[in-house]
Nanobody
Framework: VQLVEAGGGLVQPGGSLRLSCAVSGNTDSLNCMGWFRQFQGKEREGVAVIDRKGNAKYKDSVEGRFTISQDNAKNTLFLQMNNLGPDDSAMYYC????????????????????WGQGTQVTVSS
């Protein structure tokens, strides 16, 4: 499974961005796909994950602001991010076979999971 993110960039506080992740390879048996982020000097955390049934789970701090979705063919994953703040500035990663275990951002992977290279999101005026 290969994942390639796009859509990061610089946005002002209160603004919006939409991240996309092109997924290729054997996607039929994937349990979870989602978005994760890593602040500079911190551990990576889960942001939003969608399971194979289409159920979404979010980290508490993004609930109501971020929306995860996927296209019908499940070959593109999206993260719509609204009302962004400086605390959302991070490297955002798309991943497969990595599932959120709670709403605090903790996650677990099947094996090591599959990860994209990341896309930088910077929220600043």
């Amino acid at each position: 499974v290969q994942l390639v993110e796009a859509g990061g960039g610089l946005v002002q506080p209160g603004g919006s961005l939409r991240l996309s992740c092109a997924v290729s390879g054997n996607t039929d048996s994937l349990n979870c796909m989602g978005w994760f982020r890593q602040f500079q000097g911190k551990e990576r955390e889960g942001v939003a994950v969608i399971d194979r049934k289409g159920n979404a789970k979010y980290k508490d701090s993004v609930e109501g602001r971020f929306t995860i979705s996927q296209d019908n063919a499940k070959n593109t994953l999206f993260l719509q991010m609204n009302n962004l703040g400086p605390d959302d500035s991070a490297m955002y990663y798309c991943a497969a076979e990595v599932c959120l275990t709670d709403t605090l951002g903790h996650y677990s992977a099947v094996g090591s999971g599959y990860w994209g290279q990341g896309t930088q999101v910077t929220v600043s005026s």
